[in-house]
């Protein structure tokens, strides 16, 4: 089975700054492929260098990225983006921020199945109301008349969500797409995501820092330092037996609900510089 997306030996610096180093990462059709790791470990970068929209500024220097088989490196630009929105899709992190704010919702989500599927205005609009009811919006109709602001930010992930799902992508990449939510919401939502996944068989590239949700939603971990993956295999495996010493570190620093009060343990500071400094090294080898 060919995967849907295949990332090979991926070396991506920005301003001669090294920040993905030697990424190797395989999702399969159907997947949930979480990638775990702290703050700046390199996680957005990957989600962003496989949508092709990383930053002007960054430059892949070796490796390759490859969807369905193709290798997206010698893609021109414009047919990249016209993989956007149809064959790969985004969940932001920011439901505050990433909606269009002088545009109501039915312009937001019709636009996108307009343009990638092809849809006149009434199916358009007849589509949209099915995904809103897809991601459990109530009044639909309503909904579609008004503008982001007066969403609740629950409400206004659901609308991005249905979003990504519109054109049935192959492969989305959901990049944080909980940390804005309270605790309550952010459960809804996952379980939202879940639900969406097994209905249409996407492939999904899970960011997060959040071990809990990577146990809810995925199938597989790959854990991320320094640009570097230290770590991966099936999450139930992962969980239960994990063989590098920064990610029984990542374990032991995250709260636990079935042992209220328990102390937590910090990753060790001289474990990050060792593997930083590590990291290092491989720019001038």
Not at 67 to 73: R, S
Not at 180 to 205: F, M, N, P, W
Not at 246 to 254: D, N, P, S
Request: aromatic fraction near 2%.
């Amino acid at each position: 089975m060919t995967a849907v997306l295949e990332i090979a030996d991926l070396w991506l610096q920005i301003h001669s700054t090294p920040v993905l180093r030697g990424i190797d990462l395989a999702i399969e059709p159907g997947q949930v492929l979480g990638l775990v790791g702290e703050s700046g470990a390199g996680k957005t970068m990957v989600g962003r260098a496989v949508l092709g929209i990383a930053p002007a500024r960054a430059v892949v220097t070796r490796g390759a990225i490859r969807f369905e088989g193709a290798d997206l490196g010698g893609v021109d630009p414009a047919r990249r983006r016209r993989l956007l929105g149809r064959d790969m899709s985004l969940i932001p992190q920011d439901p505050m921020t990433s909606l269009n704010p002088v545009h109501r919702i039915q312009v937001q989500l019709t636009d996108v199945l307009r343009l990638r599927l092809g849809l006149d205005r009434r199916a358009a609009r007849t589509r949209a109301l099915e995904l809103l009811e897809q991601v459990h919006i109530r009044a639909p109709e309503r909904v579609l008349r008004l503008y982001p602001h007066e969403l609740s930010g629950g409400m206004r992930q659901r609308v991005l969500i249905a979003a990504a799902f519109a054109c049935r992508p192959k492969l989305i990449v959901a990049d944080e797409p909980t940390t804005a939510l309270d605790v309550t919401v952010q459960r809804q939502i996952l379980r939202l995501i879940k639900e969406l996944q097994d209905t249409t068989g996407t492939a999904i590239l899970f960011v997060t820092h959040d071990l809990g949700v990577v146990a809810k939603i995925c199938d597989r971990v790959a854990v991320i330092h320094a640009g570097r993956i230290l770590e991966a295999a099936p999450a139930a495996e992962l969980f239960a037996n994990p063989h590098h010493p920064y990610t029984r570190g990542l374990m032991a620093a995250t709260p636990r609900h079935d042992r209220p009060g328990e102390a937590l343990t910090p990753v060790p500071a001289e474990l990050v510089a060792r593997l930083t400094a590590e990291a290092e090294a491989l720019d001038h080898a």
